[in-house]
């Protein structure tokens, strides 16, 4: 019974490279949400993906960042020429098909602390 | 759109003692849930306690209950008999379901347990 699986825990990157978050949603789960959390702060909705589908990106940055969720393989969480601003924890969190109701829990991983140098 | 408040950004208690932690919500969607998180030091997030709008009753899980007060959009979490491995920041979150499971959080209250 795996939990949502994100790695890495901790990628440290230097301005103008390359970060990528994966994060493999729990069994049975299709929903995979992403999130970020700056220093003391909450965690700020980014993204929210079906398998091959994009279904709120609402909370994304404009420029820079993307995300995926293939058919198979995990999430996909890419952030193009990091800045320092960028530097936060990025929690993925999965859920089961929704049912006709408001649902329930998000099942979170540990998420990914990234520190741009 | 919706909002969440927590407006203590942090609070002693002393074990054993319970305590309130204060959460209002804004939305004018009439089905949601009301969610309660924990993230200790380590960083993960722990799910503690779930409330739906149309719930009649409070949520308890254990120790964790919901003061639900739909006049007045409160979602207060009591902790009772705290212990030492409580202190942690605490976070209330909100779904509706015009927007699926998207969370929206508060800003979080960090709580310090006192032996």
């Known amino acids: 019974n795996a939990g949502v699986m994100q790695n890495p825990r901790h990628l440290v990157r230097r301005r103008g490279q390359e970060a990528r978050l994966r994060c493999s949603p729990m069994?049975?789960?299709?929903?995979v949400y992403w999130y970020r959390q700056l220093p003391e702060e909450g965690l700020k909705f980014m993204v929210y993906l079906q398998k091959e589908n994009i279904i709120d990106e609402s909370g994304m940055p404009k420029e820079r960042f993307s995300a995926e969720f293939p058919k198979e393989g995990p999430s996909i969480l890419r952030i193009q020429q990091v800045v320092r601003g960028d530097s936060a924890a990025y929690f993925c969190?999965?859920?089961?098909?929704?049912?006709?109701?408001?649902?329930?829990?998000?099942?979170f991983g540990e998420g990914s602390r990234l520190t741009v140098l | 759109a919706q909002k969440i408040t927590q407006t203590q950004p942090g609070m002693f208690v002393q074990e054993k003692e319970a305590v309130t932690l204060d959460c209002t919500y804004d939305t004018s969607d009439p089905s949601y849930g009301l969610f309660w998180y924990k993230q200790p030091s380590s960083g993960e997030m722990i799910f503690l306690i779930y409330q739906g709008s149309y719930d009649q009753q409070n949520a308890t899980e254990g120790r964790y209950s919901l003061n639900f007060q739909k006049a007045r959009k409160s979602a207060n979490l009591v902790i009772s008999a705290s212990q030492l491995g409580d202190s942690a920041m605490y976070f209330c979150a909100m779904s509706v379901k015009a927007a699926g499971n998207k969370l929206t959080f508060g800003g979080g209250t960090r709580v310090l347990v006192k032996p």
């Open positions: 969190a999965s859920s089961p098909p929704l049912a006709g109701g408001v649902t329930g829990e998000l099942f």
């Open positions: 069994k049975g789960h299709s929903h």
